[in-house]
């Protein structure tokens, strides 16, 4: 089992950056998979983007070349560097590690931008 805590929410201007933070208590070494979905109101959870152990990256077509995702195994932390945000990037980000027992989940975060 991991917990996941997630933190670097918060209000921006649209245009504006954030970063977000993702702390296991699993060692990464240990996980596979880790990702970044996010859920807006009145919408399904969808997948922002994942980055596996070897590196390889997976992004949803509306952030790529805005969004980049990065882990830090030796942090066992994750990131989820967000620039030239949007509007319709509001959500609640949640973290994510996928491990041979089950997908694990963070409390989520929230993303707010305003325009």
């Known amino acids: 089992q991991v917990r996941l805590v997630e933190s670097g929410g918060g209000l921006v201007q649209a245009g504006g950056s954030l970063r977000l933070s993702c702390a296991a208590s699993?060692?990464?070494?240990?996980?596979?998979?880790v990702g970044w979905y996010r859920q807006a109101p009145g919408k399904q959870r969808e997948l922002v983007a994942t980055?596996?152990?070897?590196?390889?990256?997976n992004y949803v077509d509306s952030v790529k070349g805005r969004f980049t995702i990065s882990r830090d195994n030796a942090k066992n932390t994750l990131y989820l560097q967000m620039n030239s945000l949007k509007p319709e990037d509001t959500a609640v980000y949640y973290c994510?590690?996928?491990?041979?027992?089950?997908?694990?989940w963070g409390q989520g975060t929230q993303v707010t931008v305003s325009s």
């Open positions: 994510l590690a996928r491990l041979s027992s089950g997908d694990y």
């Open positions: 699993l060692t990464f070494f240990a996980i596979d998979t």
């Open positions: 980055v596996t152990r070897r590196g390889t990256t």
